[in-house]
């Protein structure tokens, strides 16, 4: 029991010494007032480490996330760690669900979420940089050609400069809202993500008893 233990300990570093201890502490008693005093017991009644040290991970990023996102603040930066919050979100869910006996349907939809969610980033991210690095340089085109010719014809350069300027500020404008756009997908397959989870996923009964 106490190997079972020291190996789910081991696979939850990403969370802080004090949760650690809450976990290892809970499953610890848990095992010991049940009499499960083997690995193999410990296996039965939890399941292997790994999945349960997934299981936990997923719990605690949910709660991260949903505290995130119940914020009041909505700095940039805010908002940034709230994406990353989501993203970190579903990646542990899906490696909860892979390493969970489901039926082949729910791996069905495990894989399309995983699979959905790196192809709207993957293609979000190459249309941003696509569209914003055009925009970006017909600005600086127009604003350089602008200083050669305003000083011949004033106002050819000043109509020059007032489209480089106005391709400048769309581009600004077209990345804020972009990363909005992003942040909203990303919350989007986050929520879909924890409704599979707390739908599919089998639990035992000392992960029901537990609250975090």
């Known amino acids: 029991m106490n190997d079972y233990i020291k190996e789910v300990?081991?696979?939850?570093g990403q969370l802080t010494t004090g949760e650690q201890q809450d976990v290892v502490e809970y499953y610890r008693e848990y095992l010991m007032d049940a009499g499960l005093e083997t690995y193999q017991?410990?296996?039965?009644?939890l399941g292997t480490p790994k999945s349960l040290a997934r299981k936990v991970l997923a719990d605690?990023?949910?709660?991260l996330s949903e505290q995130s996102q119940q914020g009041t603040t909505q700095t940039s930066r805010a908002t940034a760690q709230a994406a990353k919050n989501n993203v970190r979100t579903v990646w542990l869910i899906v490696l909860a669900l892979l390493s969970t006996p489901?039926?082949?349907p729910i791996l069905i939809v495990v894989a399309a979420l995983l699979f959905a969610m790196i192809a709207v980033l993957g293609s979000l991210i190459v249309a941003a940089l696509a569209v914003f690095l055009s925009v970006i340089a017909v600005g600086i085109m127009c604003c350089v050609a602008a200083l050669f010719v305003i000083w011949q014809t004033p106002w050819t350069g000043i109509f020059y400069l007032g489209i480089g300027l106005f391709a400048l500020g769309a581009s600004l404008l077209g990345w804020l809202l972009l990363k909005w756009l992003g942040s909203?997908?990303?919350w989007a397959l986050s929520w879909a993500a924890k409704g599979i989870y707390r739908r599919f996923i089998p639990r035992s009964r000392a992960e029901r008893g537990r609250k975090l």
């Not at 300990?9 to 939850?12: A, C, M, N, P, Y």
């Not at 017991?41 to 009644?45: G, L, N, P, R, T």
Request: charged fraction near 30%; aromatic fraction near 6%; proline fraction near 0%.
């Open 184 to 186: 909203k997908i990303v």
């Open 9 to 12: 300990e081991r696979l939850i």
């Open 60 to 63: 605690y990023s949910i709660r």
């Open 102 to 104: 489901v039926t082949i």
């Open 41 to 45: 017991q410990a296996v039965d009644e």
